[in-house]
């Protein structure tokens, strides 16, 4: 497989429900991300990754929880969500996330996961 | 903060021209990216500026002024298949993280 890779693509789940989403890059990248893609809005960026380890976490609520057990790989463990979180999450990964103008922060996109919160 | 704004809608005849606004106010700057966005699918990379100037790329083009905090997508010879959504990021020195624009959606018809 090569690019990035998201899992489930869809998700329908109750407010008292506990799921995950998983997202696996096979591009050598250090960095990953978490994105939120809701109707009318623009992505909006949750959480972010280097060489595992949070660099990057913009006041998302605790229902939202992240894990990067390697370079590779990327959850967003999900708890008592509300129907407001009902939205499209994409992972993204990029050559590194230090900056530097040199182009190495282009993103690569999964798929995205569809979640559904009834 | 970073402010980012694009129009919300745009509508161009296929074998047209188009050119697709972005400005933005930011402290930190660190490049501007275009992506495309199809619907139901993954945001696509298009194009990087960190530099003014304009950056060519087959039949689009990307164009950076620094000192105006503004940007623009070309796109020449338009194509049905280029209907999707353009998203402006802005790329920022903290966390080298980006942050997006709304993004337009541009609908090319016969």
């Known amino acids: 497989e090569t690019g990035v890779t998201q899992t489930p693509r869809h998700l329908v789940m109750g407010m008292t429900n506990k799921k995950s989403l998983k997202c696996e890059q096979h591009?050598?990248?250090?960095?990953m991300y978490w994105y939120k893609q809701s109707a009318k809005k623009p992505l909006e960026l949750m959480f972010v990754?280097?060489?595992?380890?949070?660099?990057e976490n913009n006041s998302v609520p605790s229902r939202f929880s992240p894990e990067c057990p390697n370079s590779s790989h990327l959850f967003l463990h999900l708890h008592t969500l509300q129907p407001e979180d009902s939205a499209l999450y994409l992972c993204?990964?990029?050559?590194?996330?230090?900056?530097?103008?040199?182009?190495?922060?282009?993103?690569?996109f999964g798929a995205g996961s569809r979640l559904t919160v009834l | 903060g970073q402010n980012i704004d694009q129009p919300t809608e745009m509508t161009a005849t296929e074998g047209a021209i188009v050119q697709i606004n972005c400005t933005y106010q930011t402290s930190g700057f660190n490049g501007l990216f275009w992506y495309q966005q199809h619907a139901g699918e993954a945001p696509t990379f298009l194009s990087y500026n960190v530099l003014d100037g304009l950056e060519e790329k087959g039949r689009f083009s990307s164009f950076l002024s620094r000192s105006k905090g503004y940007s623009y997508l070309l796109l020449k010879e338009l194509q049905m298949k280029d209907s999707a959504s353009y998203l402006c990021?802005?790329?920022?020195?903290?966390?080298?993280?980006?942050?997006f624009g709304d993004g337009t959606t541009l609908t090319v018809k016969p």
């Open positions: 591009l050598g990248h250090n960095a």
């Open positions: 990754y280097s060489l595992e380890e949070r660099v």
């Open positions: 990021a802005v790329d920022n020195t903290n966390a080298g993280k980006s942050t």
């Open positions: 993204a990964s990029s050559q590194d996330s230090a900056g530097g103008g040199s182009g190495a922060n282009v993103l690569t």
